[in-house]
């Protein structure tokens, strides 16, 4: 059993920057691959970033394309989402997750654990 929890979002003005955080627990940090997903009220939840166990490789969701950079520290156990120059359209809960399969994945199912979210608002 992994637990996730998020912290670091909050309202913010576009153009702004936030960093996401997510603290895991339990069984060994380094041998998940970890994403953050994202929902916005009325769609279904989306993938926004995902690295690998050791932190080498990452991907990132189109929309999100540099101005966003996923990183972790596996000495600490965490995962980080730095976001900058946030849209409107970026608004929504934002969730992280582990993935404890051979490959990683942008699929949002092929996840085993996840956190409770973090709202992020972005005004215009």
């Known amino acids: 059993q992994v637990q996730l929890v998020e912290s670091g979002g909050g309202l913010v003005q576009a153009g702004g920057s936030l960093r996401l955080s997510c603290a895991a627990s339990?069984?060994?940090?380094?041998?998940?691959?970890m994403g953050w997903f994202r929902q916005a009220p009325g769609k279904e939840r989306e993938f926004v970033a995902a690295?690998?166990?050791?932190?080498?490789?990452?991907y990132y969701a189109d929309s999100v394309k540099d101005r966003f950079t996923i990183s972790r520290d596996n000495a600490e156990n965490t995962v980080y989402l730095q976001m900058n120059n946030l849209k409107p359209e970026d608004t929504a809960v934002y969730y992280c997750?582990?993935?404890?399969?051979?490959?990683?994945?942008?699929?949002?199912?092929?996840?085993?654990?996840w956190g409770q979210g973090t709202q992020v608002t972005v005004s215009s």
């Open positions: 339990g069984r060994t940090f380094s041998n998940y691959h």
């Open positions: 997750a582990a993935d404890m399969a051979v490959g990683m994945s942008k699929l949002a199912y092929a996840y085993d654990y």
């Open positions: 690295i690998s166990r050791s932190g080498f490789t990452a």
